[in-house]
């Protein structure tokens, strides 16, 4: 078994539905994302149009975030999902230097590295992912891509030849497919990232790396402090700073 | 919007706060402290195989004491910047072989271990009269003979413990800019450049064809270290992410600024000094030459770390 995903970037809206529901499936902290959804505009007005690509882990069979971790924090299911044991994890943040799709976050709560895992609690449970469960059209497909008669076999068959995975050229192999996708949406080169410059808010680049309220030394003094009851307040903190996070160094 | 853009070309009009530099100074330093650390001991083994000992009378104290020192700010530094430095311990419970930083930290703990039993050995019988009575001092001396007996093991350690973050690099997939045999020659200079500068700034009482022999290794250490970088910063461009990533530092702004400080503080001043060395000895300008040295191999390692990690993955 290896389990995959597709997603058809023809049906896919951008309603940001998948993108909560793995925030709430996973309880994933502010300042994180397992699986966030990129608007990108093509073209010159009036000839414009918008594109929405979903992006998480690609459970790659060739893992560079595997390979690279010292301690097998990152490690294989049976099933081919590439799973984290936060447990294990030293922070050393090597698999974020070696996942070339950028997947990989440092927890902010935890201070340890942690990501999509294709929801591996409910696939044990024979369940289908949150953001599959939540698309309101579907486009999320995930199943055993070594099964002939799966819906994402059979999807992928169906779309021979405009079936697309994001840079081969690494040689990762990715278990996951994009039907409807191009250049511009699935190359992070081919987009221009104007600084300041989004619908919604001009935060571009975080400042920090894992939780911004715990420096160097309360790393070490972490395990002695209340820090052990994770929440999220020391998160809101950074609202108050006037949403200084801009990285002026960010940005390409 | 005053951008006009090609039709083909696409803009980004939302998405989430990407991470911002992942490794920074911390790494620089741990890398740079491990080329000091690791470079003192090739470099003093050079001048052991070219020399007598008594033309370099505290070689053999100062070169594991200097190599000591410079391991452990690296082990600090590579402590200090895991998000988890307890966990530290996993690498060794825990190890995955197929990890350059596993490989690495074994390696370098084994390194670091044997340089402190080096360093004791070698103070205590260069120091007779501290701490007599003392059990450590008294076995060091007891066991003087082990200090040359494991030196050349620690010799050909030191090249693999100097090179693995090359390895490290490598792996780092995600980064481009980062290839193995480029990064391996960049880690063996480094080591030489940092090697030759540290045991130059305790070469006064040395001869004065040991300190020759030390500045004719600044001299080719910075010459092909300079030749590296020139050959990266203009002709990476094998690939359109390396392309990406060196536009941060072509295009201007305080990468470009701080790595042609680099360059020129770091390789290109202590060549020319290091060459006028050899012909008159003066032991001023070689250690003006040595310090720049250090200071521009710093410089020059933080931008190659950092720039490569400002391009958007995703």
């Keep these: 078994m290896k389990l995959g995903f597709l997603v058809d970037l023809n049906l ?17 902290p502010l300042s994180s994302w397992r699986l966030r959804v990129k608007y990108i505009d093509i073209g010159t007005f009036p000839d414009t149009k918008r594109s929405f690509t979903p992006l998480r882990c690609n459970h790659c069979e060739s893992a560079p975030c595997e390979r690279i971790c010292p301690v097998s924090a990152l490690h ?5 999902i590439v799973n984290v044991d936060s447990a294990r994890c030293i922070g050393c943040a ?16 935890t201070n340890t ?22 698309c309101p059209v579907q486009a999320n497909i995930f199943g055993d891509v070594e099964d002939d008669t799966s819906n994402i076999s059979q999807y992928i068959m169906a779309h021979q030849g405009s079936v697309q995975v994001r840079k081969p050229e690494k040689h990762t192999e990715p278990k996951h497919f994009y039907v409807g996708g191009g250049r511009q949406t699935l190359d992070p080169l081919a987009q221009q990232r104007i600084e300041g410059y989004s619908l919604f808010n001009n935060i571009t680049h975080l400042d920090h790396v894992g939780d911004p309220n715990h420096g160097v030394i309360d790393r070490f003094l972490a395990p002695f402090s209340s820090h052990g009851t994770h929440d999220n307040s020391s998160m809101m903190d950074w609202t108050e700073k006037g949403g200084k996070e801009t990285h002026e160094e960010g940005g390409h | 919007m005053e951008n006009a853009i090609h039709a083909t070309q696409a803009i980004v009009t939302l998405d989430v706060a990407l991470p911002g530099i992942i490794w920074g100074w911390m790494i620089t330093l741990n890398m740079w402290a491990k080329s000091v650390g690791t470079g003192v001991i090739l470099v003093g083994a050079f001048l052991l195989y070219r020399h007598k000992k008594e033309e370099m009378p505290n070689l053999r104290w100062m070169m594991p004491l200097i190599s000591f020192i410079f391991l452990n700010i690296f082990l600090l530094f590579t402590l200090t910047d895991l998000h988890q430095p307890y966990r530290m311990i996993n690498i ?3 190890p995955h072989w197929t990890s350059a930083i596993t490989v690495g930290a074994w390696m370098a703990s084994l390194f670091t271990a044997l340089i402190t039993v080096m360093a004791l050995i070698g103070f205590f019988d260069a120091h007779p009269d501290v701490r007599k009575n003392c059990t450590l001092a008294k076995t060091a001396r007891a066991n003087s003979g082990f200090y040359e007996k494991i030196f050349p093991f620690v010799v050909f350690l030191a090249i693999p413990v100097t090179l693995y973050t090359a390895i490290i690099m490598a792996e780092s997939s995600a980064r481009e800019l980062w290839q193995a045999p480029a990064e391996v020659m960049q880690m063996m200079w480094a080591a030489l450049l940092a090697g030759s500068a540290a045991l130059i700034l305790i070469s006064g009482k040395w001869s004065q064809e040991a300190r020759r022999d030390l500045a004719l290794v600044l001299a080719i250490a910075t010459f092909f270290s300079f030749m590296m970088y020139m050959g990266e910063y203009f002709f990476s461009f094998k690939s359109s992410e390396a392309e990406a990533t060196l536009a941060y530092v072509h295009s201007g702004g305080e990468y470009n600024v701080e790595f042609w400080f680099g360059m020129a503080l770091g390789f290109i001043a202590p060549f020319f000094l290091a060459v006028s060395n050899m012909k008159s000895d003066n032991k001023t300008l070689l250690r003006f030459a040595a310090i720049l040295a250090l200071i521009g191999l710093y410089m ?9 990690q400002m391009l958007p993955l995703s």
């Design chain 1, 12 to 28: 896919c809206m951008g309603c940001k539905g998948c993108e909560v529901a793995c925030k709430v499936e996973n309880e994933v």
């Design chain 1, 76 to 80: 294989y299911l049976e099933n081919g």
């Design chain 2, 300 to 308: 020059a390692k933080d931008v190659w770390l950092k720039i490569p």
């Design chain 2, 92 to 94: 060794f419970l825990h």
């Design chain 1, 94 to 109: 090597g698999c974020m230097m070696a996942c070339p799709y950028g997947a990989i976050y440092m927890d902010p709560e």
């Design chain 1, 113 to 134: 590295a942690d990501k999509c895992t294709y929801c591996a609690h409910r696939v044990e449970s024979g369940m289908m992912p949150a953001c599959v469960v939540i």
